[in-house]
């Protein structure tokens, strides 16, 4: 509203100075063409029959005067202004003058006068013509337009201002909507949903966006949830073992049921501590990027220490090697760990045999290793890089690790500004691909 006020107060003011300058001038040149006219006949027929034609001839709202040299009165269109002359402008042959005065004391009322002096010679002297327009006409014109905005103009603001208001609010009323719903969802119910207008406008599109958010939202919270939930069963297998282990143990033991126990809880101490560490890192990586040293790693080396040790530990597992030496930069503790996890599940996973290879191509490092097992399903092939995530269901330990693995191999390839991807292979089995930038 004060911007408005302050607009059609502008207007206002450009309106009326605009309108008294248009009313005005059509009174100037209004006078200025009877002075043109009584001046014409002042040089064609003299001023002998003027005192007659000025009074027919002039209009109530002018009088005119008919000055000699001397300035005394020798025509005048009205007795009382017969006496005393308008104005002292004395303009020569042809010139005119111009002046704007206020109370006229010869004359009997109050009006304003715009007073148009020509200059005449006739017989050779020199005659003045006055013309004095009232312009109180134009001035209560310009009066009476003033009143009307100023009685106009705060009823045109108080619509102004109710209209802006109710539009405002009925704008703004889905934003309202949208705002109490978001208040009323709580964080243990992330399914409830912002009403979305069918305006196809700015607020539309903010409600959509903010379901997206909500959808986003409850998946996290649903990842969260699982992975706590996955995390807890985790946790709990090995160290009901360690339990049960101690409960079954006498204090005077010491044959072989004792080192058969210590062995079993070494071994499911051991499982914990990995997967405790595990978690670790997945939550390192989910803060910020994981900790990393720098370096040249020859890659193919890695390789070769995963061979070598795959060979020795699983005697009726073919182990192939086709490793040309390649050198990436990059942390030779976290790549070493992608190549075993990736390692570990191709075993577990092959019949009979496990494929690894190096190459460079197009600027990156390639590592594969591929098995002859059943194979991933193609709709699985990205649900496996999940956390706890295990396409066998009954977690039974020979088949398979804590789910983990393939997310620690997709983190630490991101962090080294590479991809991991798992393809089929044409007879059977699984190719897992990883690229590496080459320094």
């Given at each position: 509203?004060?911007?408005?006020?302050?607009?059609?107060?502008?207007?206002?003011?450009?309106?009326?100075?605009?309108?008294?300058?248009?009313?005005?001038?059509?009174?100037?040149?209004?006078?200025d063409g009877r002075a043109a006219d009584v001046a014409n006949q002042v040089s064609d027929e003299g001023v002998a029959a003027l005192k007659v034609d000025l009074a027919e001839s002039t209009r109530a709202s002018q009088i005119i005067q008919v000055l000699d040299p001397s300035g005394a009165i020798v025509a005048a269109s009205s007795a009382r202004a017969g006496s005393t002359p308008l104005t002292g402008l004395r303009p020569a042959d042809g010139v005119v003058q111009r002046a704007e005065v206020g109370e006229m004391p010869l004359l009997d009322d109050d009006h304003d006068y715009l007073i148009v002096a020509r200059g005449v010679e006739y017989g050779g002297r020199t005659y003045t013509v006055v013309v004095a327009s009232s312009i109180e006409t134009q001035r209560s014109t310009v009066t009476t337009v003033t009143k009307y905005l100023a009685i106009g103009f705060p009823l045109l603001l108080i619509v102004v201002g109710i209209a802006g208001w109710l539009l405002a609010g009925q704008a703004l009323r889905p934003v309202e909507r949208i705002r109490a719903r978001v208040q009323g969802i709580e964080s243990s119910d992330l399914t409830e949903r912002v009403p979305v207008p069918q305006t196809e406008d700015e607020i539309a599109?903010?409600?959509?966006?903010?379901?997206?958010?909500?959808?986003r939202l409850q998946a996290g919270q649903a990842n969260q949830r699982r992975f706590v939930a996955d995390a807890s069963h985790e946790l709990r297998s090995p160290l009901a073992t360690v339990a049960a282990g101690l409960d079954v143990i006498e204090p005077s033991a010491r044959g072989q049921s004792w080192q058969d126990l210590h062995q079993l809880m070494r071994g499911e101490a051991e499982r914990m501590r990995g997967?405790?560490?595990?978690?670790?890192?997945?939550?390192?990586?989910?803060?910020?990027?994981?900790?990393m040293q720098r370096t040249e790693v020859d890659l193919d080396d890695l390789v070769d220490t995963e061979v070598l040790r795959l060979r020795q530990g699983s005697v009726d597992l073919q182990v192939i090697s086709d490793v040309h030496p390649v050198r990436v930069l990059g942390d030779p503790l976290r790549l070493s760990q992608l190549i075993r996890n990736l390692v570990d599940n191709a075993a577990r996973a092959a019949h009979s045999t496990v494929r690894l290879t190096t190459s460079e191509r197009d600027g990156n490092a390639i590592l594969t290793i591929e098995d002859d097992g059943d194979g991933i399903p193609e709709a699985d092939r990205l649900r496996v890089f999940e956390r706890f995530v295990r396409l066998d269901t009954s977690r039974a330990r020979a088949s398979g690790g804590s789910g983990l693995g393939l997310s620690i191999v997709q983190e630490i390839s991101k962090a080294h500004q590479g991809t991991v991807t798992l393809s089929a292979q044409a007879g059977g089995g699984t190719t897992a691909t990883v690229t590496l930038p080459l320094p």
């Open positions: 509203m004060v911007v408005v006020a302050i607009a059609m107060a502008l207007g206002a003011a450009v309106l009326l100075l605009l309108l008294q300058r248009a009313l005005i001038t059509t009174v100037s040149d209004a006078a599109r903010l409600a959509a966006t903010m379901n997206e958010m909500l959808d997967l405790v560490e595990n978690l670790l890192l997945l939550a390192k990586a989910d803060d910020a990027a994981l900790p």
